[in-house]
């Protein structure tokens, strides 16, 4: 029976501007995202059905789970594909800013072209993920790369050098549309330079990657969660000068160029922040090894 083990990684982002808010309602936007080794695990197996089993609760069941909505959409355009059992393990918090949901969507189509031996290529998974979601391109790829329009157009960026998260969910949500319609572009003087994070990818520059960071949703997520900015506050206060909302949060994240500060700010704040997070950036080899095929044909 064919059967793969995925890894889904989450995602962040280093920079996250928006340009404009466009004539059909979305916003342009500019982000360099970065896969980060906070994953998911996704199993495939062949059934008689296709049918999710999951440890979270707080997420859709079934079909209407982004991971089944994959299956649905890889056996529409390629009938060779049986009904799948995909049991998912979640460790991405779930409406956190990290793309959970985008990630195992990714992550069952990866799966399946593999077993499948589809030969789809980087572009055609990536125009086919995007039908889906926008954060979906990003999540087939990866690990570093910069997105445009609504976030599906993707341009692969040089990797970014080793660097060091810890990350804060808190216990609330925010809504992205919500986030989104709260901003008011044209008022913000001050936006993330993504050029000059570029550079710094591009000269292999950990401290500069680091200082050139930003997330323009700060501005709108703050203003309707206060408590978000209160928790970068603390995190910054707690030792960190690099501290960031992830996408339109509410998650926050602390990031180090250095592997032992970071270990030694997490331990520093597990104590006020028990469900925090370590996480570091996903390099070329653990991306291509995110998909392994076991059992028998
Ligand atoms: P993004 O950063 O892409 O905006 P997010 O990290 O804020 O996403 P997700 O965890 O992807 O948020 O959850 C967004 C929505 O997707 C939630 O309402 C959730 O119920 C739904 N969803 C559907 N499938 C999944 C899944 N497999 N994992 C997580 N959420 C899912």
Known sequence: MKQAKVTAYAKINLVLDVLRKREDGYHEVAMVMQAIDLADTIHLQEAQRNWLHTDNKHIPPNMNNLAMKAVTLMQQHFPQVAPLQVTLQKKIPVAAGLAGGSTDCAGVMLGINKMYNLGLGQDELERLGAELGSDIPFCMGGPTALATGRGEKIEALPHCPDLFFVLVKPSFGVSTPKVYGNLRVAEIKEHPDVNRCIHALKAQNAEQVLTSMGNLLEHS?????????????????????????????????????????????????????????????????????????YGTD
């Open 221 to 293: 997520t703050f203003e309707l969660q206060p408590d978000v900015k209160k928790l970068k506050d603390s995190m910054a206060a707690a030792g960190c000068n690099h501290v960031l909302m992830s996408g339109s949060g509410p998650t926050v994240f602390a990031a180090f160029a250095e592997e032992a500060q970071a270990q030694q700010y997490y331990q520093k704040i597990r104590n006020e922040y028990p469900g925090a997070m370590f996480a570091r950036t996903v390099n070329q080899k653990m991306l291509e090894e995110r998909v392994a095929l």
